[in-house]
Every structure is written in structure tokens, then in C-alpha cells.
């Protein structure tokens, strides 16, 4: 009986067999279920409180001309001083580390997908997820290596973007080779027929048709690694004055200003590391949504 | 797939042009070079973190896996990591402690127990706490959590003084302090949304037809998710929780943040002190000179291969289990 009421739905109809049920399991399914809700409310609220937080004490500072002035000359008790340093700073350095991943996650994608052999392309999937893995300060700590005192090139903003790089490259890879298994086998069919060579259809055909998804996965790429310190206080190693030049001289960038304002220590010093962080949180969550936005219109377009 | 398609292209193209067609494809080799330089990126790191960490290591005059001091810019220089590698794999397990019973709640939460409508707008939410970027949560850490949980920690430790770790000795935890704890708290907010991720994403790949069966035979919901749904989800949800842990250990900033400056081991995790292999380099690289630096990269180098093993295993776990399934990529 119970058997055939729980079939039935597993929403209403089997909520009210449960209370039908009587001892021990009746007690059990419903202090797990209370659990469950209870898991969830436990892992909503340390967000909720970062959020309420960051906003509340971001707001003091939060002003037009703190976003168009830099630290330059401004003293760790004065209540002047701002981000427009660290928000060029972290701008330039996004878009190089996008240019550097972007084409080359494309590339890996594509050999993925359309060319791969069986076996190399397992190790290379492989190694790509373990990429993923990689603690952003190791990517630091390899372009400090390898181009800051290896190469004897000094910190910049491009260092900066190198480590970023490194970071972005397997989220683009792995969602791009998604996006791109999502294109039906009828297109390419149809390329070929029409005599096409395998080169051009992938780059007339199959590259467009996933062209939004690819766009979606780059756009969560550049928003993951927006708010990454580790490897640019390593590489970039920051600054207080405005310096627009990327590929000379430390530059500052929005997270290193958090950080080091944090660890600055003084009133004015935290009251700006709140307004950053609130600065960074808008950044962040602005190019989630543009990513958010894209997927859907592409839904509806389907 | 690739066969067919293979297949297709030598039927469709009319005789003589097909060899051509199919010997011209430079597209194909840029293509392959370019996933040749992805492997020779992960071992450029390796190697070049090899070559910078041997001056340093040549210069200590102590054994570096077991020395408890962090001076390698004195003269002679004296370092070691044992204190770091502590410190890192303490929190780090800590931090799964307190995260996985979470993580798992609310992914069964999110696949069985959410009103339908309302489950990929609570998935996107939990999603929402690995878009915090580290250094905000180092910052709420520091300035909001350290202070706030001062009487929760005092409360631990005067009523479970007597399990080991929890237990305080000249009675530190009445003042604010910056403890592993703490930390550990912050990673287990970080690495959450990683578990839960992986682990809904397991949970949703369980065939319906074996709830259904469960629920058919009289289960309850709770006897259902136990019976049913956890135990073909299990090599997934283990490797999601390596995956988390391979998080937990790399985490810098809001570590770095919450404990700051500090080289001493000790047990009481609720007391203030203890040190990362990640946090470390982030809080001693602005004073390190030029054997400080180099002793830095080389205990990045430890934690590359900590990491690296431990996504190994967390990969082929996740891997195989969805060869067995089928599904899941």
C-alpha cells in the first residue's frame, strides 16, 4: 500500500505516507530531513554574512572619487586616497591573461574534440583537469621562477597576467571542449558533404554554433581568477601609484589592494579594504552575470 | 565518434581530391602543438620551481623536511618545513571535517530534497560562495570572524578541554585569537561549494530507476537517498572531497590574513599561532632576500607535488566512476 502511494509522486503523496509511518524510521527520515534543510541554512549563512558585511562596511568609503584616485601621497591615517591604481591595473592585467588562455584553450579544445587522437587525448584531458588543481601560488611562484628571476625581467603587470594565465587556461580548455561536444554531428556531416575541408568547418561551422556557450565559459574563466592575490602579490607585487605600462614596473591590482590595506592595519587603511573588496565583489559578480545572460538568451534562442 | 565522421568525409568527396583534402590539415598541427605546450607548461613548472629551489636548499645548514625555523636569510641560513607542512595538513583536514557533512547535506538537499522549481536557483546560491574571491573572505576572517567567535572558542575549550586539540593551556582562548581553528573555519566556507558542487553533480547521474525501486519497496525518503543514492555515488563524492582537500591546501590569502606571522607547532588548534605552506609564502615574501626567496619556491615546490598527487587521485577516482556510470564527464 505505502509502496504503491510513494510511486505515485514523490513530492505530496509520499510526504504524507511518511507521516503515516510510525517508530523509529518515521523518527529517523524526519530528523534527516530536518538535517538536510538545516545543512543547507548552515552553508547560506556564512554567505550571507560575508555579503551583509563587505556591503555595510564597503558603503563608508564606497565614493566616485575613490574609484578615480590613486594612493599616491596619501599617508596609512589619511581618509583620502582610492582604487582607480588597482582597478586599471587589474583591467589590463584580465585582458592579457585573456588573450594569452583564450586562443590557446581554444586550440587544446579543438584538438580535443575534432582531432585527438584516443590515448594522448586522455593524458592531455587528464592533465588538464590536474591543472585546474594547481594552488594559484604555485602559478605564482613559476612566473617568479621563471620570468621575475629566471629571466631577469623584474615584476610587472604582464607576470601578473602570465600566473592569471595559467590559471584560466584549463577552465577555458575543458569548457570550450564542452561546448564544443555540444555541437551536433549533422553539421560537420553536412560540411563535409559540401566538400569542405575539416579545417573550415570547424572554423566556419561548428566554432560559430558554439560560439555563445565558448563565450560563456571564458567570460566564469576571467571572473574565477578576477579575485585571485596569491599569484600577483608574487609577480605584479603592486604599487601605490597609477602605473599604465603592464609590461614595466610593479603594478597595482584590485586584490593586492585588499591585502595589503588589510594588512595595513589602521582605521583607513580597513575602512579602503572594505570598500575594495566590495569594488571587487561588484566585479566579480558583474561578470557572472554577463555570463548568466548569455547562456539564457541563447536557451531562449533555441 | 571521430571514426565516423572520418568515415564520411573519404565517402562524400568526389575520387582524387579526398588524400589531398586530408593531408592538408596545418589546422590539425597547430592545434596538436598547442596541447603539447599545455604539458610542457605544467612540466616548466616543475622544473624551473626545482632549479630556483636549489640554491637555497644547498645553503641550509639544517635538514629542510624536519627543521622547525624560518630564518633562511640569516647567516648561516636555517630552515625547515615541518612546521609549515603541520600546519597546512592540520587545517586542511580540519577544514573537511567541518565541510563535507555540509557539502553532502546539501547536495542531497539540493537533487532530492529542494521544491523542484525553486533546486537550480539554491544550487546557483551555493554556487554564489565560490564566486567570493579569497581575499574577502580573509578579510570577514580577520576583521569579523576572529573577534565574533572569541566566545565561541573560550566555550571549546573550557568544555572540551580535555579532548588533546581542543585543550588551553595558560588560558589563551578569553582573548580574541587567531587560531587554526579560525582558519579552518574560513577554508571549510571555501572548499564547500567545491564538494557540493562535484558531489550534486554524482548524485544527479544515479539511474531514477534505482530510487524509484527503493521508494517502491517501502523506503522511506531518508532510506531512499541512504540506500540508493549514496552508495553508487561514492568513488565521485570521494574524489569531489580530494578535490576540496587539493583547495583546502593551496588556499594563501585568507590564511595568510586570518593567522598572520607565526612558526610554532602546537597541538591546541583554538589557540592562537600556526603557520601554511601557502600563507607563509604570501606573508614572508615582501622581507625575503635573495636565499629567503629561493627557500620560498621550494617549499612551493612541496606543495605543487601535494597537490598534484592528491588531484591525481582525486581525478582517476572520478574518472573511473563515470566510466562505470556512463555519464558524467
Known amino acids: 500500500m505505502s ?14 505516507q511518511v507521516w503515516k509511518l510510525r517508530g523509529r524510521r518515521a523518527i529517523v527520515n524526519r530528523l534527516m530531513t530536518g538535517a538536510m534543510y538545516l545543512a543547507f541554512l548552515v552553508a547560506v549563512i556564512p554567505l550571507a554574512l560575508v555579503i551583509w558585511y563587505t556591503v555595510g562596511k564597503g558603503l563608508t568609503r564606497f565614493s566616485w572619487s575613490f574609484l578615480t584616485h590613486s594612493m599616491a601621497g596619501v599617508g596609512p591615517n589619511d581618509v583620502t586616497g582610492g582604487i582607480y591604481h588597482a582597478i586599471t591595473g587589474t583591467v589590463e592585467q584580465l585582458l592579457i591573461a585573456a588573450a594569452i588562455s583564450v586562443p590557446l584553450g581554444l586550440l587544446v579544445a579543438i584538438y580535443l574534440n575534432e582531432y585527438g587522437a584516443k590515448g594522448f587525448s586522455t593524458v592531455v584531458r587528464l592533465l588538464v583537469d590536474v591543472m585546474t588543481g594547481i594552488p594559484s601560488i604555485v602559478a605564482g611562484l613559476f612566473v617568479l621562477a621563471f620570468w621575475v628571476l629566471g629571466l631577469h625581467e623584474g615584476y610587472s603587470g604582464f607576470a601578473g597576467s602570465m600566473a592569471l594565465s595559467i590559471l584560466m587556461l584549463p577552465v577555458v580548455t575543458r569548457s570550450s571542449e564542452e561546448m564544443l ?3 551536433p554531428n549533422s553539421l560537420r556531416e553536412a560540411g563535409y558533404a559540401l566538400g569542405i575541408p575539416k579545417w573550415r568547418v570547424i572554423i566556419s561551422v561548428i566554432l560559430p554554433a558554439a560560439r555563445t556557450g565558448i563565450t560563456t565559459g571564458i567570460m566564469l574563466a576571467v571572473a574565477r581568477v578576477t579575485g585571485e592575490t596569491a599569484p600577483l602579490l608574487l609577480t605584479a607585487a603592486g604599487t601605490l601609484f597609477v602605473n599604465n605600462n603592464p609590461f614595466h614596473g610593479q603594478q597595482e591590482a584590485l586584490p593586492l589592494y585588499v591585502f595589503s590595506s588589510a594588512a595595513g592595519g589602521t582605521p583607513a587603511d580597513v575602512n579602503r579594504a572594505w570598500s575594495a573588496a566590495l569594488t571587487l565583489i561588484l566585479m566579480v559578480v558583474l561578470l557572472y552575470v554577463i555570463a548568466r545572460l548569455l547562456t539564457r538568451r541563447d536557451a531562449t534562442r533555441r | 565518434m571521430t571514426q565516423s565522421t572520418a568515415g564520411v568525409e573519404h565517402d562524400s568527396t568526389p575520387a582524387g581530391t579526398p588524400r589531398r583534402a586530408r593531408r592538408f590539415e596545418p589546422f590539425r598541427g597547430i592545434t596538436f602543438a598547442a596541447s603539447v605546450l599545455v604539458l610542457l607548461i605544467l612540466g616548466a613548472i616543475a622544473v624551473f620551481l626545482i632549479i630556483k629551489a636549489i640554491p637555497s636548499l644547498s645553503h641550509d645548514k639544517k635538514n629542510f623536511f624536519t627543521t622547525k625555523s624560518w630564518s633562511p636569510d640569516a647567516d648561516p641560513p636555517v630552515f625547515g618545513i615541518a612546521v609549515l607542512v603541520y600546519g597546512t595538513v592540520l587545517s586542511s583536514v580540519l577544514a573537511l571535517v567541518l565541510a563535507v557533512p555540509v557539502a553532502l547535506g546539501v547536495a542531497i538537499f539540493v537533487v532530492e530534497y529542494a521544491p523542484r522549481r525553486l533546486a537550480t536557483w539554491l544550487g546557483y546560491l551555493i554556487d554564489m560562495l565560490a564566486t567570493v574571491p579569497s581575499v574577502v573572505y580573509g578579510l570577514w576572517g580577520l576583521l569579523f570572524l576572529v573577534p565574533h567567535i572569541r566566545g565561541f572558542q573560550h566555550f571549546l575549550a573550557t568544555t572540551f578541554g580535555w579532548i588533546p586539540i581542543f585543550a588551553d593551556p595558560n588560558n589563551r582562548t578569553s ?18 561549494p567545491v564538494i557540493a558542487a562535484i558531489a550534486r553533480e554524482v548524485l544527479r547521474q544515479v539511474d531514477p530507476s534505482l530510487k524509484e525501486a527503493a521508494l517502491a519497496l517501502g523506503a522511506t525518503r531518508w532510506e531512499m537517498v541512504r540506500t540508493a543514492l549514496l552508495p553508487p555515488s561514492c568513488p565521485g563524492i570521494i574524489g569531489g572531497i580530494m578535490l576540496g582537500l587539493g583547495r583546502a591546501l593551496g588556499e594563501t590569502i585568507a590564511i595568510a590574513l586570518v593567522l598572520g606571522t607565526s612558526f610554532a607547532v602546537s597541538l591546541h588548534v583554538l589557540q592562537p599561532g600556526g603557520n601554511t605552506i601557502a600563507a607563509n609564502i604570501a606573508n614572508y615574501f615582501g622581507e625575503a632576500g635573495d636565499t629567503g626567496r629561493s627557500a620560498l619556491i621550494a617549499t612551493g615546490l612541496v606543495l605543487f607535488v601535494m597537490t598534484l598527487g592528491v588531484n591525481l587521485i582525486a581525478r582517476t577516482v572520478i574518472y573511473r566512476s563515470a566510466v562505470k556510470q556512463g555519464g558524467l564527464r
Open chain 1, 3 to 16: 509502496a504503491a502511494s510513494a510511486m505515485a509522486g514523490p513530492g505530496a503523496a509520499a510526504t504524507s
Open chain 1, 181 to 183: 561536444r555540444l555541437v
Open chain 2, 175 to 192: 582573548v580574541a585569537s587567531r587560531s587554526i581553528f579560525v582558519a579552518s573555519i574560513v577554508l571549510a566556507i571555501m572548499v564547500l
